[in-house]
């Protein structure tokens, strides 16, 4: 059973052009989440996707930053005009349902992906 | 709003001695609690995790109690080793929310 795939794994990127980062969720998991770890940083939350469907960006900034999970394909976090800010590492994350009610779990494990680390020059 | 707070570091342990790091939380619910470990260059592993107070989970020598009375989840090792150098985050989760400490840099010397 594969795990949270996240790529590409390394990315550079010039100020001003675009970043387009994919997450594939482990099988079976229809909820992902993004979080970015700047340099030196713990993880913050950006976006909670399922598919088709945002249900939390509070974490995302208002500019330049979308996310999408779309019916069929991987979720891409897509950075517009990036600056040297964005460098980071963008995490993807995936977690399961419960099967009979659909409704979240929290004690159910959220599983990373190995990151994808952005660096803007 | 939710959050959690940990040990700062870095920490530096020579090979087999007891590691500690603290961490507590502030939550308006009963979250379920986690503590994920990062080696360098990769990505989130899942350590252990507790969903209720009193509750200890355990992994690779690891363990960690949920004291509810205390908003607590400090994670223990008896006797580190050097392949036991990473960082280290507690996070607590709140329906779908998973929220991080800063991280606690850990490194064991031979």
């Known amino acids: 059973n594969a795990g949270v795939m996240q790529n590409p794994r390394h990315l550079v990127r010039r100020r001003g052009q675009e970043a387009r980062l994919r997450c594939s969720p482990m099988?079976?998991?229809?909820?992902v989440y993004w979080y970015r770890q700047l340099p030196e940083e713990g993880l913050k939350f950006m976006v909670y996707?399922?598919?088709?469907?945002?249900?939390?960006e509070s974490g995302m900034p208002k500019e330049r930053f979308s996310a999408e999970f779309p019916k069929e394909g991987p979720s891409i976090l897509r950075i517009q005009q990036v600056v040297r800010g964005d460098s980071a590492a963008y995490f993807c994350?995936?977690?399961?349902?419960?099967?009979?009610?659909?409704?979240?779990?929290?004690?159910?494990?959220?599983?990373f992906g190995e990151g994808s680390w952005l660096t803007v020059v | 709003g939710d959050s959690v707070t940990q040990m700062e570091g870095p920490v530096t342990l020579s090979e087999e001695a007891f590691l500690t790091i603290n961490c507590t939380y502030t939550?308006?619910?009963?979250?379920?609690l986690f503590w994920y470990v990062q080696y360098p260059g990769e990505g989130l592993q899942l350590l252990l995790k507790?969903?209720?107070?009193?509750d200890k989970g355990s992994n690779k020598g690891f363990e960690a109690t949920y004291r509810k009375e205390t908003t607590s989840f400090h994670l223990e090792k008896g006797s580190v080793q050097v392949s036991d150098s990473a960082v280290y985050f507690c996070?607590?989760?709140?329906?779908?929310?998973?929220?991080f400490g800063a991280g606690t840099t850990v490194t064991v010397r031979a």
């Open positions: 994350a995936s977690t399961s349902m419960d099967p009979g009610t659909g409704a979240v779990v929290s004690g159910n494990t959220i599983y």
């Open positions: 099988k079976g998991h229809s909820h």
């Open positions: 996707l399922q598919k088709e469907n945002i249900i939390d």
């Open positions: 939550a308006t619910g009963y979250p379920s």
């Open positions: 507790a969903t209720k107070a009193d």
């Open positions: 996070a607590l989760r709140l329906d779908y929310k998973l929220s």
